[in-house]
């Protein structure tokens, strides 16, 4: 009996610890990717981002061999959750206009560390060693497909072209409207990219 107890013992001990690592893993990818989203993957050092975490620098190797293997994870983490966001939209095509007129929203422009991972790091991602670049395809292209099912319900792949045009439209108009001085200028440039998103991905807006 005492022998079962002492090994049952050791099992919730090695589950504690198996459950800790997990969870200060996903509180270092959550701190960096706001970290990133908000002040560029090259302006954000592993000093900076274990600082947010609340951890040394130390603990970083315990998690991740480099940053470059930071960086692939927090690409995947983030679309993952933004996959996860739009799969919370209606399974339909109003489901896909909902997506639309929330990312080319002003509240989504203005709050980029809490926003879509490509509008904030595409060109620096774009820069990026190979397995960053299949990081980021990967998580892009499962959205793509879901979106795209929503499309074409019968035949997602005939969609596949429509939603990553689709796609490019709304990253690029985000970025630019951010960009601009105008406030006025940088909110038509949003409600324009949203009919041309809408008319790319064969979504008719209401009267």
Known sequence: MASGGHERAEER????GAEHKQATKRRILEVAGHRFKQDGIDGSGIATVMKDAGLTNG???HHFSSKEDLVANVVAEQLREQATQFRGRPP??????QIVRDYLSPQHRDHPSDGCPSAALLDEIGRSTHPVKQAYTDGLMTIVDDIAARLAPHDPPSARARTLNAIALLVGTLQLSRALADPQLADDLLQQGIRNALAALGINEPE
Do not use: D, I, L
Not at 13 to 16: H, K, L, N, T
């Open 92 to 97: 339909t095509r109003a489901g896909v206009e």
């Open 59 to 61: 603990a970083f190797y």
């Open 13 to 16: 001990v090695a589950r504690y």
